[in-house]
């Protein structure tokens, strides 16, 4: 191996190695060890994410300072745990990990179906939008080749068997333009009737705050 190519596979083997570390040496050894408890609270991660920085800091000789670290994850836990933060969540699509404690959790887990429900509905939206998208580029294509097959159909030094081909060709695309046609309008109906549910749930948000 040459050393330019050696000296990738170290670049690419440092990337890979920092990627999976949650702290670098500099940052064990100064570690506040309450204030990454905190962090991780606020963010919502579980438990395993000491493990996750012992592991990272063994490597430097470093062991995390658990009851600073759970003071501080305590705290942040409790700053996660409020309703707005449980709706954002789950409007963003992302997933609760069971993390909260007992007296806050219902409240949160309320405003997190919320979101959901909310993040749901929107989904419906676009996916409608993005199948009549696809079928709408397809219909497209299936124009070019009945425009491209019906020129070939009258040219002149088109054979006779070939236009018992094209002919066929045609059929087959004008039934596949019909279908295409119908599903679309299918898609545009579905997708008002969830773009009507996903305005009437905004509304009732709206009424609840959110």
């Known amino acids: 191996m040459n050393t330019k190519w050696a000296g990738l596979v170290v670049v690419i083997t440092m990337l ?3 990627g999976c570390a949650t702290m670098s040496g500099d940052e064990c050894m100064t570690s506040d060890w309450q204030a990454i408890g905190y962090e991780d609270g606020a963010r919502g991660l579980t438990g395993d994410r000491l493990g996750q920085h012992r592991k990272a800091c063994a ?8 009851e600073a670290y759970q003071a501080g994850r305590t705290s942040g836990l409790r700053e996660f745990c409020q309703p707005q933060r449980g709706f954002n969540l789950g ?8 993390v ?32 009549i998208n696809s079928k709408e580029r397809e219909l497209e294509s299936v124009a070019v080749a009945v ?45 008002a009737v969830s773009q009507r549910e996903l305005e009437s749930y905004q509304a009732v948000l709206a009424d609840t705050g959110y």
Do not use: W
């Open 91 to 98: 409007s963003s699509g992302n997933r609760y990990n069971g």
């Open 147 to 191: 425009r491209n097959a019906e020129a070939e159909l009258i040219a002149a030094d088109t054979s006779i068997q070939d236009r018992i081909l094209l002919l066929a060709d045609l059929k087959e695309l004008s039934e596949r333009s019909g279908q295409l046609d119908a599903e679309i309008h299918e898609l545009i109906e579905d997708r």
């Open 100 to 131: 909260c404690a007992y007296d806050l959790e219902a409240d949160f887990l309320d405003a997190y179906r919320s979101g959901s429900q909310l993040h749901s509905l929107r989904s419906n939206v676009n996916s409608a939008s993005s199948r």
């Open 16 to 18: 890979v190695s920092s």
């Open 59 to 66: 490597k430097h000789g470093v062991t995390p300072d658990f």
